[in-house]
Structure formats: structure tokens, C-alpha cells
């Protein structure tokens, strides 16, 4: 049993440490190696994650330093949410992203309970608190997570992106703080996805625009596909919850197809698939919705780009975190 157990120890550490040399910078930062080596809040957040469930808290404090320096806005207390390092100015767009803020918080908090170090949670309770003032608002009679602080409310609608909705993240938060909010925040977005069912698939779109009724429809400016962003839906539902019913469209669909043949994603409205086919990081969210977990481990391919590398890894996460 010793023995069985180091080699799973070995192996989880040879994945992260893979993940690290990478993507990982000498100075902290995380490069999108798909994109041109900029770094985005969302990545800063997943290592940071990765950071505290591999134990390393000399490569999350290098992380959190990076971040906390380069990317926080002092104006509002989030953070800017891209790093080009071509660019004149890095950080010229000042606006943020929800969902890494809500990343960088939650990986705070995880560091503060792991380590038992206040001053992470201190850091953490004040990028929720500025979450809550500026990312957070209400619209057609729900609470709303815009997936930034500028841009997305055209006052007629809203711009969402549902892969925004960190339903364990936002678990998290209730739990610490006790704010209704929070709460509030898991049951109107679970409404919300309920609303987001287009195409003969049922699935949500990557960008979806909310009416000011409420009624839902296709985000203009975005291509209407389950792609890229809206993988990581069904993730954040099967880590809030990994038996809930709320996969089921996600299984209804993906079940259609073998495995090896998934489409990486689909056009909703015109039911169009890719023309190639999931793997890495994709895949492993798809073996986790579908109950497949015998394919889920922290090995990462050797072409495994930013992206799909930090899917794979979070995927094994939170399998691991539902055991």
C-alpha cells in the first residue's frame, strides 16, 4: 500500500511539475503558449489552484506575488486581466475578468485554510468584496456575474459567458463569508444555464446575450458554439456537484459520439461539428462528465498547449477533490 501510494505521489507531482516548466516563468507569470506567450488573469488563477492542491507554496507565493504586483488594478481592487509582453504598455486594457478574479480569491482562500496563513485570507475577502461591487449586479430580477466590470451591460441586455459561473468557487465564498449573495449567486446562474439551452442540443453558448425580460439569445460578436469557453461548464457543475442532473445535457450530447471521436465543439444553432476532434484537456472534461474517470489522470501529452494542459490538471482536481 506504501509503495502504491508514493508512485500516485510521484506521478501527481511529475504531472504539476511538467505544467511548470512549460508554462511556468522564472519570474511567476503563466504564458498562454497558444496565444501569442501573453498571460491572463484565468491562468495566474488555475496555477495558483494547482499551486495549493500539489502542496508547492514556494511556486503559489511566486504566482500570487507576480499577480498581486503586475495585475492589480488599485482603482477597484480586481485585477487587469491580460499581460501582453510585445506590447508598448502590457497591461494597457485595464479591464478585468470575472472569472479570474474569482480564480486568484479562490486560490487565496484555499492557500489560507491549507497554510494556515490570515494574511492569503485577508487578500482573498478583499478581492471578493470588490467581485461583489463591481462584477456583480442585478438584471431581469436575478443576481448576475458579468464576466467583467466594463462592457458587458448594454442596459437593454447583458453580455454573459456562462463558463463565468464557478459554482465551487462561489460554495467556497458563502461558506467563508456567510453572504447571502453568494447563495444567491449559485441558484439565479443554475437558473440562468436552464435558459441557456439553444439548438437541438440544448447546450449553452460560449457568449450569450440576457434580455432585460430575461429571455436569452446569442451573444452578437461571438461565434454561437459550446467551444472553448463552455467546456468548462460542465467542469464547474461536476465540481460543485458530480452527481448533479444538470449534466445531463452535456451526457445527452456527448453520448452521441465515441470517445475518441468527440468533436472539439459544436456550432448550436446549426447543429455543425468541428472538424477535429477533442483531446487533452477537452477530453478529460468530457470523461468526467460522462463518468468515464478511469481516462482522468495529470499526465499531460507532450503537444498540450497553456489551455488544455490547465483543464487536464484542474479536471484531475477536482476528480480528486470528489473522492
Request: hydrophobic share 40%; proline share 5%.
Amino acid at each position: 500500500m506504501m509503495i502504491m501510494l508514493c508512485s500516485a505521489q510521484a506521478a501527481a507531482s511529475e504531472g504539476w511539475e511538467t505544467y511548470k516548466s512549460r508554462f511556468l516563468q522564472a519570474d511567476g507569470r503563466i504564458i498562454d503558449t497558444a496565444n501569442k506567450n501573453v498571460s491572463h488573469t484565468e491562468g495566474q488563477g488555475y496555477a495558483m489552484l494547482l499551486a495549493v492542491h500539489y502542496s508547492d507554496r514556494a511556486t503559489f507565493d511566486k504566482l500570487w506575488q507576480w499577480t498581486n504586483t503586475t495585475l492589480r488594478d488599485k482603482q477597484n481592487g480586481l485585477f487587469i486581466w491580460r499581460y501582453n509582453p510585445a506590447a508598448a504598455n502590457p497591461t494597457g486594457d485595464k479591464n478585468n475578468a470575472s472569472d479570474g478574479d474569482i480564480l486568484v480569491a479562490w486560490a487565496l482562500q484555499r492557500a489560507a485554510e491549507k497554510w494556515q496563513n490570515p494574511a492569503y485570507q485577508q487578500q482573498s475577502d478583499a478581492i471578493q468584496k470588490a467581485i461583489i461591487a463591481h462584477d456583480v449586479i442585478r438584471y431581469a430580477g436575478r443576481t448576475v456575474m458579468l464576466p467583467g466590470a466594463q462592457g458587458f451591460n448594454k442596459t437593454s441586455y447583458v453580455v454573459l459567458n456562462p463558463s463565468y459561473f464557478l459554482f465551487p468557487a462561489f460554495q467556497a465564498f458563502a461558506k467563508r463569508s456567510h453572504l447571502q449573495v453568494w447563495t444567491t449567486l449559485i441558484n439565479d446562474s443554475f437558473a440562468m444555464l436552464s435558459d441557456m439551452r439553444f439548438g437541438t442540443s440544448g447546450l449553452p453558448l460560449d457568449w450569450v446575450a440576457m434580455n432585460a425580460d430575461g429571455s436569452m439569445a446569442p451573444a452578437t460578436g461571438w461565434p454561437p458554439r459550446f467551444s472553448y469557453d463552455a467546456i468548462r461548464v460542465p467542469l464547474y457543475i461536476a465540481w460543485y456537484d458530480a452527481q448533479s442532473l444538470r449534466l445531463v445535457p452535456f451526457q445527452a450530447f456527448w453520448q452521441h459520439y465515441p470517445r475518441q471521436a468527440t468533436p472539439a465543439w459544436i456550432d448550436v444553432l446549426s447543429n455543425t461539428p468541428a472538424g477535429y476532434n477533442m483531446n487533452g484537456g477537452l477530453l478529460a472534461v468530457r470523461d468526467l462528465t460522462m463518468g468515464e474517470t478511469t481516462y482522468i489522470n495529470d499526465r499531460l501529452p507532450a503537444d498540450s498547449d497553456y489551455y488544455s494542459a490547465s483543464l487536464q490538471l484542474l479536471t484531475n482536481m477536482a476528480y480528486e477533490e470528489s473522492r
